[in-house]
């Protein structure tokens, strides 16, 4: 028996939410590139890849470099690092020999970043995408400027071909995901048409959360060309109470032994330092329990995470002290970056290492 707290991979859930969103993406006419910071691990991107994805998605130079090593076992040396970087000598370099090893592309957002970018790959073989605001409000231009950042890029010798956006406020209850879908497509086509009157042909022009390309069929069709979720192939917490997925769709769980019982809440080994302390306002605990759902993890420490029950669970349904029970973080992301493999549960309980892990520069 493996001691706890450890995360475990439903491997059967895992292959099933990888093919349903690669027939997704094939009946809205999209490229799937999705985002390996979620799993961080080279057999879960070999997965993506056989599933038909054109390429990877990394928010860090080192993430990059751990997936262009990984390159044997993934079967993939299309590399986007979805970040307006802004490199030093140091990670020039590591740019520069990246580029030479693996097709890498880089986003941009602005004149100077662009500029500075073109300055620090010296001419080396990278392709490059203007990232534009779409609602989130984090990095990117507005899209109506997109032409500039682009124009700018091109006049510095990058090579150019196309738009980027993350709505990342698509994260919330309700109509939340919806609006920012729609937002998502419009600053795309506005980006799109900004390049264009630049001179500059966006050929493409890439998006996609994980809550929001469920509804690629709707509001999606003819702007984006890519998409590039990252949480669907293990969804969590989070993703369940916004409504982009349901619990059957959980495919990482936090596996924690119950170590005290009182009444109806119960303490288990499985603290901040396994899932991650992530908690939006919306969420209505620090993660839930795979198998009761009407439980909450309603206080979290480094190693502890309370869980209490309602009223209309039976009593004899509260795990006792020594059981072994599945946690749901809220964000997998943040929990898979704390270990160092995942446990595929496959038939042989096989130990996939988290190959990116800690690879944050």
């Not at 939410?17 to 070999?46: F, M, Q």
């Not at 264009?196 to 050929?203: D, F, S, Y």
């Not at 984006?224 to 959980?250: H, K, M, W």
């Amino acid at each position: 028996m493996i001691d706890t707290p450890y995360l475990e991979v439903d491997v059967d859930r895992l292959d099933r939410n990888l093919a349903a969103l690669a027939a997704s993406a094939r009946r809205a006419g999209v490229d799937v590139r999705p985002h390996a910071k979620t799993h961080k691990c080279a057999e879960i991107a070999r997965r993506q890849i056989d599933a038909g994805a054109v390429g990877l998605t990394v928010a860090t130079v080192g993430e990059a470099e751990a997936f262009a090593d990984a390159a044997g076992i993934t079967g993939c040396t299309d590399l986007f690092i979805a970040f307006p970087l802004w490199a030093g000598a140091e990670k020039s370099a590591r740019l520069r020999a990246l580029a030479e090893r693996v097709s890498l592309r880089i986003g941009v957002d602005s004149v100077e970043g662009a500029r500075h970018l073109a300055g620090s790959l010296d001419s080396a073989p990278v392709q490059v995408l203007v990232e534009v605001d779409s609602g989130q409000h984090r990095t990117g231009t507005a899209p109506d400027r997109a032409g500039e950042v682009a124009a700018a890029a091109s006049a510095a010798g990058l090579d150019v071909i196309g738009v980027f956006t993350f709505p990342g406020h698509s994260y919330g209850p309700g109509q939340t995901r919806r609006a920012a879908a729609v937002a998502e497509v419009e600053a795309l086509a506005v980006a799109a048409e900004s390049l264009r009157r630049a001179g500059v042909e966006p050929r493409v022009r890439s998006g996609g959360s994980t809550p929001t390309v469920g509804l690629l069929g709707e509001v999606g069709s003819g702007v984006l060309t890519e998409i590039r979720p990252g949480v669907y192939p293990f969804n969590d917490a989070q993703q369940v109470e916004i409504g982009s997925c349901g619990f059957d769709d959980v495919a990482l769980t936090a596996v924690a032994t119950v170590v005290r019982r009182d009444c109806r809440r119960i303490v288990l080994d499985s603290g901040s330092k396994i899932l991650g302390a992530d908690r939006a306002a919306w969420a209505t605990g620090y993660g839930r329990l795979l198998d009761h759902p009407d439980a909450r993890i309603v206080q979290l420490s480094e190693h502890h995470a309370v869980v209490e029950f309602g009223p209309d669970t039976p009593t004899d349904d509260i795990p006792r002290v020594g059981s072994l029970v599945r946690v749901v973080p809220n964000h997998v992301c943040n929990a898979v970056n704390l270990v160092d493999e995942l446990i595929a549960i496959d038939g042989e309980d096989t130990r996939w290492p988290v190959i990116a892990r800690g690879r944050n520069s």
